[in-house]
C-alpha cells in the first residue's frame, strides 16, 4: 500500500531536515527560555541483564533494586522479561519502583511494522495498542517500537509507507494516554537519519520521536555515525548507550555527550549493555561512565 504523499528525496531530506524540524509538531524542538538547558538522566535498560532475565534468576523486582545500587535516575522495562501483564502484575512493578525512587523511562514493544500482509500490519498495530495499554498501567511516558526488517521483494518506499502508517494510528491511540512512541534506528530499514527522519516528518505527531540508540547507524560517504546521531536528535525520545558501535569500533561518549548537551537534550541515557564481559561486572562500568558524563553536560 502505498500513502498519498509524494515520494520524497532522502538525501536532499536529510541536507534539509534542520530547517524541517525547526517547524515540525515535536517537544523537543518548542521555542522556549529553557529550551538549551540540557537535562540528561542516567538509565539502564533491562535488557542488560537479558541472560539473567530470561529464564532467571532475576527478576524484574530484583532489577528494580539494581537500579538503585547501580544509582541511576530510571529504567527501560523491557516487556519481553514481564513474567505476566496482568494489571496487578503491573501494579505491584509501578509500586516498587515508586518506593525505592527509580523512574520508569519506558518500557518496549518488540512488533514489526514492516508486514507487506496488510492483516499483519493491522495485527502489528493491535500489539502496539496492547503494548500502550502496559505502559500506561506501569505509569511509564514512553514506549519503544521497531520498524524492523525488510521483506523479501519489498522496496525501501514501501516499507516506510507501511511503517508510517502503523505509525500515524499508534500514535493517535498513545497519544490519548500522553505516551510516546519512539521507534528505535535499528537493524532493519530504520538504519539510516534519512529514512528516520522521513518517517517523523511524514507521521508529524507530538508523540512520535526515534529512540536514539548511538550503535546502530550505517556510516554512509555524506554521513558518519556522529553526523546522523545529531541530525535526530531534535527528535530524540530515550537514548540507548554502549562504548562501541556494532562493528566493534570504539565510540567516543564525550563527543556524544556534547551534541546531546548541545542539542539541549532532555532525557534518559540508558546503557543497553551488549560487550562480552559478564553483565554483573560490565553494566557497572558502562552505567559509571553514563553517570560521569551526565553530571558533566547536564543541568541537573
Same mark, same amino acid.
Given at each position: 500500500?502505498?500513502?498519498?504523499?509524494?515520494?520524497?528525496?532522502?538525501?536532499?531530506?536529510?541536507?534539509?531536515? +534542520?530547517?524541517?524540524?525547526?517547524?515540525?509538531?515535536?517537544?523537543?524542538?518548542?521555542?522556549?527560555?529553557?529550551?538549551?538547558?540540557?537535562?540528561? $538522566?542516567?538509565?539502564?535498560?533491562?535488557?542488560?541483564?537479558?541472560?539473567?532475565?530470561?529464564?532467571?534468576?532475576?527478576?524484574?523486582?530484583?532489577?528494580?533494586?539494581?537500579?538503585?545500587?547501580?544509582?541511576?535516575?530510571?529504567?527501560?522495562?523491557?516487556?519481553?522479561?514481564?513474567?505476566?501483564?496482568?494489571?496487578?502484575?503491573?501494579?505491584?512493578?509501578?509500586?516498587?519502583?515508586?518506593?525505592?525512587?527509580?523512574? $520508569?523511562?519506558?518500557?518496549?514493544?518488540?512488533?514489526?511494522?514492516?508486514?507487506?500482509?496488510?492483516?499483519?500490519?493491522?495485527?502489528?498495530?493491535?500489539?502496539?495498542?496492547?503494548?500502550?495499554?502496559?505502559?500506561?498501567?506501569?505509569?511509564?511516558?514512553?514506549?519503544?517500537?521497531?520498524?524492523?526488517?525488510?521483506?523479501?521483494?519489498?522496496?525501501?518506499?514501501?516499507?516506510?509507507?507501511?511503517?508510517?502508517?502503523?505509525?500515524?494510528?499508534?500514535?493517535?491511540?498513545?497519544?490519548?494516554?500522553?505516551? +510516546?512512541?519512539?521507534?528505535?534506528?535499528?537493524?532493519?530499514?530504520?538504519?539510516?537519519?534519512?529514512?528516520?527522519?522521513?518517517?517523523?516528518?511524514?507521521?508529524?505527531?507530538?508523540?512520535?520521536?526515534?529512540?536514539?540508540?548511538?550503535?546502530?547507524?550505517?556510516?554512509?560517504?555524506?554521513?558518519?555515525?556522529?553526523?546522523?546521531?545529531?541530525?535526530?536528535?531534535?527528535?530524540?525520545?530515550?537514548?540507548?548507550?554502549?562504548?562501541?558501535?556494532?562493528?566493534?569500533?570504539?565510540?567516543?561518549?564525550?563527543?556524544?555527550?556534547?551534541?546531546?548537551?548541545?542539542?539541549?537534550?532532555?532525557?534518559?541515557?540508558?546503557?543497553?549493555?551488549?560487550?562480552?564481559?559478564?553483565?554483573?561486572?560490565?553494566?557497572?562500568?558502562?552505567?559509571?561512565?553514563?553517570?560521569?558524563?551526565?553530571?558533566?553536560?547536564?543541568?541537573?
Amino acid at each position: 500500500m502505498n500513502l498519498p504523499n509524494p515520494p520524497i528525496d532522502r538525501r536532499q531530506f536529510l541536507l534539509s531536515s +534542520t530547517s524541517l524540524v525547526s517547524v515540525a509538531a515535536s517537544p523537543r524542538t518548542a521555542s522556549t527560555s529553557n529550551a538549551n538547558m540540557p537535562r540528561l $538522566f542516567s538509565g539502564c535498560c533491562a535488557y542488560s541483564y537479558r541472560k539473567y532475565l530470561q529464564h532467571g534468576p532475576m527478576t524484574m523486582e530484583e532489577f528494580i533494586e539494581r537500579a538503585v545500587s547501580l544509582r541511576v535516575d530510571g529504567v527501560d522495562m523491557t516487556g519481553y522479561y514481564f513474567k505476566s501483564t496482568e494489571p496487578d502484575y503491573l501494579a505491584s512493578l509501578r509500586h516498587l519502583a515508586y518506593r525505592k525512587g527509580v523512574a $520508569f523511562s519506558g518500557a518496549a514493544c518488540g512488533v514489526s511494522m514492516v508486514q507487506a500482509d496488510a492483516s499483519k500490519r493491522a495485527e502489528a498495530v493491535a500489539e502496539i495498542k496492547k503494548w500502550v495499554d502496559i505502559t500506561d498501567a506501569l505509569g511509564a511516558p514512553h514506549l519503544r517500537i521497531f520498524a524492523g526488517k525488510l521483506p523479501s521483494g519489498a522496496t525501501l518506499a514501501q516499507s516506510i509507507d507501511w511503517t508510517v502508517e502503523a505509525m500515524k494510528t499508534s500514535c493517535d491511540y498513545a497519544g490519548k494516554k500522553g505516551i +510516546t512512541l519512539g521507534i528505535e534506528d535499528h537493524s532493519g530499514v530504520s538504519q539510516q537519519a534519512s529514512v528516520c527522519l522521513e518517517i517523523m516528518h511524514r507521521v508529524n505527531s507530538p508523540y512520535a520521536g526515534i529512540n536514539l540508540d548511538i550503535t546502530h547507524f550505517v556510516p554512509t560517504a555524506a554521513q558518519d555515525a556522529y553526523a546522523q546521531i545529531e541530525a535526530c536528535l531534535p527528535f530524540a525520545t530515550n537514548t540507548h548507550i554502549r562504548d562501541k558501535f556494532d562493528d566493534g569500533s570504539p565510540i567516543d561518549l564525550d563527543r556524544v555527550w556534547k551534541l546531546f548537551a548541545g542539542a539541549g537534550f532532555k532525557g534518559f541515557m540508558s546503557a543497553e549493555y551488549e560487550d562480552k564481559e559478564d553483565a554483573m561486572t560490565g553494566v557497572p562500568k558502562l552505567v559509571e561512565k553514563i553517570r560521569t558524563l551526565c553530571a558533566k553536560y547536564s543541568t541537573v
